[in-house]
């Protein structure tokens, strides 16, 4: 094979959605660069995925499908063909349903990739063998539900609104580790005159592109946004004859919450001073267009939808909403232009069947019962390093009468606990169509080289599958091409779109929709107060608290994209290592050294973890940056042992921040 250059897309959990420039030949990627077209990507790429080829041809790639012949998680497999594998599989799943029913089976998959059909490849597989539903809700569930209660639909604008703020707060977003594409959008809006304030639990990556950085209490989010509003009011600030006609329900938020807003109140909630709070309430006030970029990280404790909530009606009291460079810009949302029923064919279950919460699947294993899990099937995802209550979850995995299938491109930890392991392709090994959540594009990428190996795709894998269970349904005998075919045939985007562009490859640009007003609400207004919802009108909600004195944060990771590029050593070595972040006092305090291992531990388990101290993190907060594999870390476990299974207060979402530790000497 000669060198070529192909068009494809990045194919993790990221809003940027880049677009790739890979250079191939015989066979091999060679080199992978952001390509200077494409709308976002500029040209440029993370630090995660300059290296791509180095995880494409890593030598610890899985090749060939593995069954276990030692003891769960000891990682000791023999080779075996495909055929036999599939086999294998539906043997055992065709015992279990005829025992147990399908539910005795459940899959387990989230964001390994983001390709609209090999994401969600799995669907019309288990709706049809009639398994267990997933609730996917470990990352944004509580961030959607909280817009939702009082934006409904309503789309974000485009991230390049910020070239027309005056003002942009940066609210629990490091962007430079999640979302880098957008930082010369902010560095471009702060040459033009825009003031950057950036409020976080602690001093991030983020931190020295702000003017200001407000560090409050954890989970405290939700409070700061109500003082302001009480100041807003207070001060004559508040845009009357825009909430007049385009927001339900300030006049209760204003005579029935605010009053107990006060800004000694939001001080002590927060730990900010009644200065600074003040002085952002002014600032936020007197603006001309200011922009809130909203990240995800505040919604993942327990009343992370009400935080959420409160601060998406802010820019309503000021009129931001419709301003060209106001208003408030979390995740995009495109997913109305694609009928996805063409690809997840909810026709295919029988009926509706249980749903269990990914962030119990500890739980699930060990405790759920009529019928209890009999089966694991994981796909893109490694919920031993990712799922909360990581010691629940490894205790499930270590069962010897369950029967645990991991499809995977590398030996991960939840790997090392499966019966049967099948080679994964990656993203340049297989098609797929991307859409972004963090800008308005769509790009397909086709595959640029072979499967390494004996590898396969998801789609490829469940077609095999649906062979081996001797299902005669035409669906399991398409391509991928022909399905993502069938998508755009059937998306208003071959209305808006050069689908010629789009076959080719090349990053098209989707209509970003209004981001009000009118609003997407059922009232056409941003709807403070929401009789739909057990709590009618925003209004504080503590965070929660134990006897734990740390509050612990798990917290996004420069080189590490949840658990994923953690099998290469090159990224181990950038980032450092897994660590905890704690500041001089608490270190002081308890005789901790930067670079020596302590302890960490609190009522879910314990975690052997390197010290860092460092003057980025308050009193009172220590954090832990990315979900190490096992393999990387000093002891037996990673941050996950200790964090709960515990869900939010809206959208049954992850609290992955709201949990608490004490660190002592090892």
Known sequence: MKKNLFRSVCPYDCPDTCGLLVETDDGRVI??????????????????????????????????????????????FREIGWDEATALIAERWQAIIAESGGEAILPYSYAGTMGLLQRNAGHPFFHKLGASRLERTICVAA??????????????????????????????ANVVATNIHFVPLLKEAKRRGARVVMIDTYANHTAPLADELLLVRPGSDGALALGIMHILERDGLVDRAYVSAHVLG???????????????????????????????????????????????????????????????????????????????????????????????????????????????????????????????????????????????????????????????????????????????????????????????????????????????????????LAEAMGWDEPFFRQTADVLIDDLLAGSPVREVADLAAIDRGEAVLLPAGNPGPPFGTASGKVEIENFSLPEPLPRYLPPSRNSYPLRLMTAPAL?????????????????????????????????????????????????????????????????????????????RRTVNALTSQALTDMGRGSTLYDNFIEVTKK
Not at 61 to 66: A, M, S
Not at 145 to 160: D, I, N, Q, R
Not at 596 to 603: M, S
């Open 31 to 76: 080199s992978v660069k952001g390509d200077p077209d494409h709308p976002v990507t500029d040209g440029f790429l993370c630090a995660k995925m300059n290296r791509y080829p180095e995880t494409v041809h890593h030598p610890g790639r899985l090749r060939v499908p593995l069954l276990r012949t030692g003891r769960k998680g000891e990682g000791a």
């Open 143 to 172: 961030k959607s539900a909280g817009w939702e209660a009082a934006m409904g639909k309503t789309p974000a604008p485009a991230p390049e609104t910020v070239l027309e703020s005056d003002l942009v707060i940066v609210w629990g």
């Open 250 to 464: 300030y006049g209760r938020l204003r005579d029935e919450v605010l009053p107990f807003n006060t800004v000694e109140k939001t001080a002590e909630r927060t730990g900010l001073t009644a200065e600074r709070i003040e002085t952002l309430a002014a600032a936020y006030g007197r603006a001309k267009a200011p922009l809130i970029r909203l990240g995800s990280g505040l919604s993942r404790y327990a009343n992370g939808g009400m935080n959420i909530r409160t601060i998406a009606i802010l820019p309503s009291l000021v009129g931001a909403y419709g301003k060209k460079g106001g208003g408030c810009y979390g995740n995009t949302s495109t997913g109305h232009l694609f009928d996805m029923a063409r690809i997840e064919r909810p026709d295919f279950m029988a009926r509706e069947t249980r749903v269990v919460n990914m962030n119990r699947l500890g739980e699930a294993l060990n405790d759920l019962d009529d019928p209890p899990v009999r089966s694991l099937y994981v796909y893109h995802s490694n919920p031993a390093v990712i799922a909360p209550d990581q010691n629940a979850v490894i205790r499930g995995l270590e069962r010897e009468d369950l029967f645990t299938v991991v499809h995977e491109r590398f030996l991960t930890d939840t790997a090392r606990y499966a019966d049967l392991v099948l080679p994964a392709t990656s993203s340049l090994e297989q098609g797929d169509l991307y859409k972004s959540y963090g800008a308005y594009h769509l790009q397909r990428a086709r595959p640029v080289i072979p499967p390494v190996g004996e590898s396969r795709s998801n789609w490829e894998t469940f077609c095999a």
């Open 559 to 635: 080189h590490i994209l949840n658990s994923s590029f953690c099998e290469r050593e090159d990224i181990r070595q950038a980032e450092g290592g897994m660590k905890l972040l704690v500041s001089p006092r608490d270190a002081a305090e308890r005789g901790l050294a930067t670079g020596e291992v302590a302890i960490a531990r609190n009522d879910h388990g314990e975690l052997e973890t390197a010290i860092a101290i460092s003057d980025a993190v308050p009193s009172g907060v220590a954090v832990v940056e990315g979900a190490w594999w096992i393999e990387a870390a000093p002891g």
